[in-house]
């Protein structure tokens, strides 16, 4: 059993207040749990309106199913949320 995270370290410079931080936020967790059943959570920087940090953590059976599911959430969040500036950290155990 091998345990994986992303730490996504978002800027959103299109929200001009907490309300559009947080709708975009939802959107962006609910997609990933959805599509990925992955574990996703809001874990820093609640109060602040154009910067949000999202943990994504899966568990798979193995290295390369791992690697395989939290690429394609990297390429998911590429793809359908182009307009946010995300720096990503991974860490397998």
Known sequence: ??????????????????????????SL?????????VSVAEVDNQDSWQSAVIAVVTVAPDKKHLDKILQSVINFVDENFPDLHINISQEII
């Open 1 to 26: 059993m091998v345990i994986g995270s992303l730490i996504l370290e978002i800027y959103l410079p299109q929200a001009h207040s907490l309300k559009e931080k947080r709708m975009i936020v939802k």
């Open 29 to 37: 967790k609910e997609k990933l749990r959805n599509k990925f059943n």
